[in-house]
């Protein structure tokens, strides 16, 4: 059985993670920068948000940010563990048989967990799944898909990750 109070307290700060990140750090503090989240959301302040990633990951260069500036107005935690080291964390937490990321864990105050939402939200994995085929027959180049997907983060403004982060915890919290 997974002990979340441990992997958690074990995970890094968002400052730690965005050292790692070198030429892609600009890409974040765009996706910062850019990032719209209501200043009237009510989070409760007794949870705890474990990350599973990569700084290679474009995705999380695009999700950490928004979940950053949303947790910034209260006293919720993230931390941040790299899936590569940790891969019996990652195994929990497949995406059609895959090591897919960032995933984001929801914990209670408690380290229990309590949902969980990634690698991305439903409109970006829609965008890859449309041209899932044409790169499998070399019609597309994924790099080609990938940037289609960038494109959309970065004119979604971090509302396609709110909203899926926000179904998560709310689904989390009701379950309770």
Same mark, same amino acid.
């Given at each position: 059985?997974?002990?979340?109070?441990?992997?958690?307290?074990?995970?890094?700060?968002?400052?730690?993670?965005?050292?790692?990140?070198? &030429?892609?750090?600009?890409?974040?503090?765009?996706?910062?920068?850019?990032? @719209?989240?209501?200043?009237?959301?009510?989070?409760?302040?007794?949870?705890? *948000?474990?990350?599973?990633?990569?700084?290679?990951?474009?995705?999380?260069?695009?999700?950490?940010?928004?979940?950053?500036?949303?947790?910034?107005?209260?006293?919720?935690? *993230?931390?941040?563990?790299?899936?590569?080291?940790?891969? &019996?964390?990652?195994?929990?937490?497949?995406?059609?048989?895959?090591?897919?990321?960032?995933? @984001? @864990?929801?914990?209670?105050?408690?380290?229990?967990?309590?949902?969980?939402?990634?690698?991305?939200?439903?409109?970006?994995?829609? *965008?890859? &799944?449309?041209?899932?085929?044409?790169?499998?027959?070399?019609?597309?180049?994924?790099? &080609? @898909?990938?940037?289609? *997907?960038?494109?959309?983060?970065?004119?979604?403004?971090?509302?396609?990750?709110?909203?899926?982060?926000?179904?998560?915890?709310?689904?989390?919290?009701?379950?309770?």
């Amino acid at each position: 059985m997974i002990n979340y109070l441990n992997d958690f307290n074990r995970g890094m700060t968002i400052n730690d993670y965005k050292e790692l990140l070198e &030429d892609q750090l600009s890409v974040y503090e765009l996706h910062f920068k850019k990032a @719209v989240v209501a200043d009237t959301l009510n989070l409760p302040d007794d949870l705890k *948000i474990l990350i599973i990633t990569e700084p290679w990951c474009g995705d999380s260069t695009a999700i950490l940010p928004v979940l950053q500036k949303l947790f910034m107005k209260s006293n919720i935690e *993230i931390r941040i563990l790299r899936r590569d080291e940790n891969p &019996d964390l990652i195994d929990s937490f497949l995406t059609n048989g895959g090591r897919a990321i960032p995933i @984001v @864990v929801v914990l209670d105050k408690k380290g229990n967990y309590l949902g969980h939402c990634g690698p991305r939200p439903s409109e970006a994995r829609a *965008i890859f &799944d449309m041209h899932r085929t044409a790169i499998k027959n070399g019609d597309i180049e994924k790099s &080609d @898909v990938i940037r289609k *997907i960038r494109t959309f983060y970065a004119k979604d403004k971090g509302s396609a990750i709110l909203n899926s982060f926000l179904r998560t915890l709310n689904n989390a919290l009701s379950d309770e």
